[in-house]
């Protein structure tokens, strides 16, 4: 029914490739959902460290991805649950990098599969609106280049020379701007601390009727984390209960407790986050463990006309609703109940959003996070004609998400002795980053589903940290399956990448307790539990780092970090569905690196070596980085001195002894 017109392009040293695609004579019985292409087979043996890295939500790299069958299990989109838009395939003599050059948005499918000691492919399909077209052209192109050593890295820096032409980095980078609140670069920490449960509000003797303890509970954190600011973030403060959208007030235990509670925590350089659940709208469900049940199916006509609908038509030609149905016995997720979503084309859905996040400033929330909007992308295609969209897939996915952070910022900005309202949304998105003042992110896992020998790498913050902070968020995904403990070495290895990746940690103060209206020791609390009493010294020793050294772990670029020999130790986690899983053993490192390029001088390279263990842990670490180096200092996390060596060779060892939990800080100064 058409021709097809495929291209590739090769530049003039054959090192990278171009590849276009044009559909031309359509019949207009046809309309073209998707296109895949290219379609990349590649050899299954390659020699050395053979490695994968795809760019799932915090980007993971998997060994040997020939080594095992996985038939398309992984299909990720672009923006959604990809914050970039590239492949590698690499090993120690080189590697190969594909990625799409796209500022738009457009919509894209990452996918790949592998079949045992065969094949691996790579596809790429790209996701159209299905309105009839004659011709039809992919609108931007996927290169393909060849490089040599360094792995994923290499690829990252290869995108990150092409992302510096796109509008998310040719902004202000995070010192310079004016729309992040100064608490998420100040070095400060947050907590998650829940206040309902199934009856409702649970927290009087916690936070007391109205919330007025809650400055003395921040208080006992801070002494004990060393850090002057912290962030508080309550789940459950929306009027229905925990991720209970949309009808978020008035707000529990009330509004008034809330401004009560910002203008005491604006005195103390404190603030608080509120996370409301998106476009995603619940309308009724059962009794769950963060709150009681509720039904509000009597209000759907009142946005019916900005919801999501789905591609089934009916008798009368009206098309379907698209929900998700967790509301009966056995629900696998019932906090979801029966619900709707929004759509981000719908431009009543747009102001009703950005009125949300404006009302959630008057309560005096520091940051508020749209949650559930996973990467700046929509959850679903819509194929309502009355929109002013294309049907199915379309850059308005996007493109309404910008729309709604831009009215929130307007709303919430020119209001006398206030900051602006700091923008966030669950994982990260490189669309987003003019818009957003940090990001409610993952990128600190151990290891990853469904690749469960898969190393994390939070590629997001790898590329972008000097531009946007990010967090490190409840700290339980990434360490099995989630919902079942781990070892505590798994958490404490989590802990130690928020800290490496430049992260602002935000765990649960349940996994971190801390005695309140007490003296607080230096080690933390005497918790009897041994899990909470290591995970809670690991989060005291790593807290307070971003705000002793900000150059680097605040506002710096990161950069492939320094090499280091150390020991492995051996852990274990779960794998499966709750309640039938399996220990799997694993090894972690005992020490954790991550290195940064200071931005207010490029000569100075910081690099934070963390160990995970509660046993002194010794290490060598060696710089990796091009040029020639005039000193390395050594530092304590109190950024005392240590030791210091002068002119030292590229090849040479630098030793480290470190504590439990300890953490060291080494800055090389490169001659100019």
Not at 315 to 335: K, L, M, V
Not at 403 to 415: E, L, P, Q
Not at 664 to 670: D, E, H, K, N, T
Request: net charge negative.
């Amino acid at each position: 029914p058409f021709t097809v017109q495929a291209k590739i392009i090769a530049n003039s040293t054959g090192e990278k490739f171009h590849f276009k695609l044009n559909l031309r004579n359509i019949k207009s019985l046809w309309n073209v959902q998707s296109v895949t292409y290219p379609m990349l087979a590649l050899q299954p043996d390659m020699p050395g460290e053979d490695e994968l890295f795809v760019p799932c939500v915090e980007g993971f790299v998997v060994p040997e991805p020939w080594s095992f069958t996985l038939q398309h299990q992984g299909v990720y989109n672009y923006p959604r649950q990809c914050p970039v838009q590239f492949y590698t395939r690499s090993n120690t003599q080189g590697g190969l990098y594909v990625a799409t050059e796209d500022g738009s948005g457009a919509v894209k499918s990452f996918l790949f599969s592998t079949l045992f000691n065969r094949s691996l492919r790579l596809d790429l399909s790209h996701l159209f609106s299905e309105s009839f077209q004659e011709e039809l052209s992919i609108p931007y192109d996927t290169v393909l280049i060849s490089f040599g050593s360094g792995g994923w890295r290499t690829g990252a820096g290869i995108y990150k020379q092409w992302a510096k032409t796109m509008p998310w980095m040719t902004g202000a980078k995070l010192r310079q701007r004016n729309d992040v609140p100064h608490i998420l670069t100040s070095g400060a920490a947050g907590i998650i601390s829940p206040l309902q449960g199934p009856q409702g509000y649970i927290a009087t003797q916690k936070f007391g009727a109205n919330l007025e303890l809650v400055p003395s509970y921040l208080d006992a954190y801070k002494k004990a984390l060393n850090v002057t600011s912290l962030l508080f973030v309550p789940y459950g403060w929306e009027h229905d209960g925990t991720w209970a959208g949309m009808d978020y007030f008035p707000a529990v235990p009330n509004n008034s407790s809330w401004t009560n509670l910002a203008t005491k925590l604006n005195a103390t350089s404190d603030g608080f986050m509120l996370l409301v659940s998106g476009f995603w709208w619940v309308l009724e469900r059962n009794i769950t463990g963060g709150g009681p049940a509720f039904n509000n199916s009597f209000e759907e006509a009142s946005r019916a006309s900005m919801l999501i609908r789905a591609a089934n038509v009916t008798q009368n030609g009206s098309t379907y609703i698209w929900t998700e149905n967790d509301y009966g016995p056995g629900a696998s997720q019932p906090w979801r109940g029966l619900s709707v979503s929004l759509c981000h084309g719908s431009d009543g859905a747009v102001d009703t959003m950005a009125g949300i996040v404006a009302k959630a400033h008057t309560l005096g929330a520091t940051v508020v996070s749209f949650d559930q909007e996973i990467g700046g992308g929509q959850n679903a295609p819509c194929y309502d004609p009355n929109h002013g969209h294309g049907l199915g897939y379309g850059t308005y996915m996007w493109e309404g998400m910008k729309d709604t952070m831009r009215k929130a910022r307007n709303a919430t900005s020119g209001i006398e002795g206030r900051e602006m309202v700091g923008l966030s949304s669950e994982q990260t998105s490189e669309l987003t980053i003019p818009y957003a003042a940090t990001y409610w992110s993952r990128q600190f896992g151990v290891v990853d589903f469904p690749f469960y020998s898969a190393e994390t790498v939070g590629i997001f913050s790898y590329l972008y940290h000097e531009y946007v902070t990010a967090m490190g968020a409840a700290i339980v995904q990434g360490q099995g399956t989630l919902g079942t403990r781990p070892d505590y070495l798994m958490r404490t290895s989590a802990l130690a990448n928020v800290l490496c990746r430049g992260l602002i940690p935000v765990p649960f103060d349940s996994d971190v307790p801390v005695p309140q209206n007490k003296s607080i020791s230096d080690n933390f609390t005497e918790y009897p539990d041994p899990w909470k009493r290591n995970v809670s010294k690991a989060f005291q020793s790593y807290a307070s780092l971003p705000r002793i050294y900000p150059e680097w772990l605040i506002f710096g670029e990161t950069i492939p970090p320094v090499s280091l020999e150390c020991a492995n130790l051996s852990t274990h986690f779960y794998t499966g569905r709750p309640g039938n899983t399996t220990l799997k053993n694993y090894t972690v490192p005992a020490i954790r690196v991550g290195t940064f390029r200071a931005d207010n001088d490029t000569s100075s390279l910081g690099s934070v070596l963390v160990s995970v263990s509660d046993k002194p842990q010794n290490g060598n670490f060696w710089l990796s980085q091009e040029g020639d180096v005039q000193d390395v200092t050594l530092y304590d996390r109190f950024r005392n001195k240590i030791d210091h060596w002068v002119n030292p060779t590229n090849a040479q060892k630098f030793s480290v002894q470190l504590g439990p939990y300890g953490v060291v800080f080494a800055i090389a100064r490169l001659k100019t």
